[in-house]
């Protein structure tokens, strides 16, 4: 995205089907003049259910996005609802995918303005780093996560704890959580670099280690490859089977600061 704007921005993006029978993620990008959009989506609810979840998911709110395409919390939380309807009104249409649901996140960037905010629902991450460290990352709408937060499980269990699959958020599922989206709208600083990826990619790189190949890469592409080669280490060494994973990865450079 080079076209004079204050902000560049540089992205690779993955998804992929792992050793599993089908690939319930999906993923989706698009830009209405100055302010791009990126969204990831990890689908549930059977075979056919959590692909059309998914897919659901992506498509209604870059739909929304390009229809009425504007930049704060406010509207895409209204994305994201836009979502939630099409996904509820999939599921009467289709009693069969009664159960089907999905996560979502999805991150606005104001390249104007160099500002970005996001927002989320599921254990489907948004990660910022600044200065190759991790400056903030969405929280999962968990059973393991709440377990943490009560104090009945350590932060070290989360990504091993046998109940860490078990959402209490998601779009297509009953609840009374809403997305949420981030605390304050990020004014963004040259360097900057963003990861949104499903709990396929999450669960098997450590944060350090995404800080650390993040450093070490020259560009997008460079990190996403390191940190997919390390997971696939990691799910190997621990006998388990590779399961659908899905990535943005996205840096920033500030023109008007470019010397």
Partial sequence: M???????LSCAKLSAIGMRASNQDAIGDAQQDALAC???????????GGEVASRLVVEA?????????????????SYLGHAIAR?????QQAPSRRDMSATAAALLVDRSNARAVWAHLGDTRVYHFRGARLHAVTRDHSLTQQLIDAGYAKAAELRIHPQRNILF???GAEGETAPEPSADVIQLEDGDAFLLCTDGLWEWVLEADMERTLAAAADCDAWLAAMCTLADANIGAAGKV???????AI???RQDMAS
Avoid: C, M, T, W
Avoid at 38 to 48: L, M, P, R, T, W
């Fill in 2 to 8: 080079a076209d004079g704007l204050p902000v560049r």
């Fill in 38 to 48: 990126f969204v990831i989506s990890d689908g549930a609810g059977g075979h056919e």
């Fill in 61 to 77: 709110i870059l739909d929304k996005f390009a229809g009425e395409a504007s930049f704060g919390a406010r509207a895409l939380l």
């Fill in 87 to 91: 996904v509820a009104e999939a599921k």
């Fill in 169 to 171: 958020a998601a779009v």
């Fill in 242 to 248: 590779r399961d659908n994973y899905s990535v943005y």
């Fill in 251 to 253: 840096r920033v450079q």
